[in-house]
């Protein structure tokens, strides 16, 4: 097992990057979701938002490892029989992807530091507030935040399709580099 990636297979760190990510974010969406719905006498009111924002940052944390990662890796390329239309698209998304996954937890700090409060990460330290002097800050960071993550769901369910539709319908290898770890040395 290769912790790198080599030309036609991800290593063990991307795979473990990617999908720890792809966790991660489904329990932030199901949470967002939840939470959006909790009233003030909640006795999660509290609790739970803090969680997701700990989570969160260090989402966004993980989100950097990644893109270093990613720059000091090979990437394998795309399988021999992905159309140039494929390849853009492909590119296209990932692009995409990775932009939601800066914008969202961007705009959750926002948010969340609006009334000029550090973001408390589970005790281990705290984002501080920086006043930006935005007015409204909290309610326009809240629509965008909201907005890219329901677009960010939307971007990973067709991801996740692509994949399969290559597993089942091309059957080609896309989807198999991103779950067995590479065994080249």
Same mark, same amino acid.
């Given at each position: 097992?290769? &912790?790198?990636?080599?030309?036609?297979? #991800?290593?063990?760190?991307?795979?473990?990057?990617?999908?720890?990510?792809?966790?991660?974010?489904?329990?932030?969406?199901?949470?967002?979701? #939840?939470?959006?719905?909790?009233? #003030? #006498?909640?006795?999660?009111?509290?609790?739970?938002?803090?969680?997701?924002?700990? &989570?969160?940052?260090?989402?966004?944390?993980?989100?950097?490892?990644?893109?270093?990662?990613?720059?000091?890796?090979?990437?394998?390329?795309?399988?021999?029989?992905?159309?140039?239309?494929?390849?853009?698209?492909?590119?296209?998304?990932?692009?995409?992807?990775?932009?939601?996954?800066? &914008?969202?937890?961007?705009?959750?700090?926002?948010?969340?530091?609006?009334?000029?409060?550090?973001?408390?990460?589970?005790?281990?330290?705290?984002?501080?507030?920086?006043?930006?002097? &935005?007015?409204?800050?909290?309610?326009?960071?809240?629509?965008?935040?909201?907005?890219?993550?329901?677009?960010?769901?939307?971007?990973?369910?067709?991801?996740?399709?692509?994949?399969?539709?290559?597993?089942?319908?091309?059957?080609?290898?896309?989807?198999?580099?991103?779950?067995?770890?590479?065994?080249?040395?």
């Amino acid at each position: 097992m290769t &912790i790198k990636n080599s030309e036609s297979r #991800y290593g063990l760190g991307s795979i473990a990057i990617h999908w720890i990510m792809a966790l991660t974010l489904l329990g932030l969406y199901l949470l967002g979701s #939840y939470i959006v719905d909790l009233s #003030y #006498y909640d006795p999660e009111y509290k609790t739970l938002p803090a969680i997701h924002k700990g &989570i969160g940052v260090l989402m966004f944390g993980l989100l950097f490892i990644r893109m270093f990662w990613a720059l000091f890796n090979t990437k394998p390329a795309p399988v021999a029989t992905a159309a140039k239309h494929e390849k853009r698209i492909a590119k296209l998304v990932h692009h995409l992807l990775y932009a939601l996954m800066f &914008i969202i937890p961007v705009t959750g700090y926002l948010i969340s530091t609006a009334d000029g409060r550090p973001i408390d990460v589970f005790g281990l330290f705290s984002v501080p507030a920086i006043d930006l002097g &935005i007015n409204q800050q909290e309610e326009l960071a809240g629509d965008l935040h909201l907005w890219s993550a329901n677009i960010l769901a939307g971007v990973v369910a067709l991801h996740a399709l692509a994949a399969l539709k290559h597993h089942f319908i091309n059957r080609d290898q896309t989807l198999v580099r991103m779950l067995k770890v590479n065994s080249e040395n």
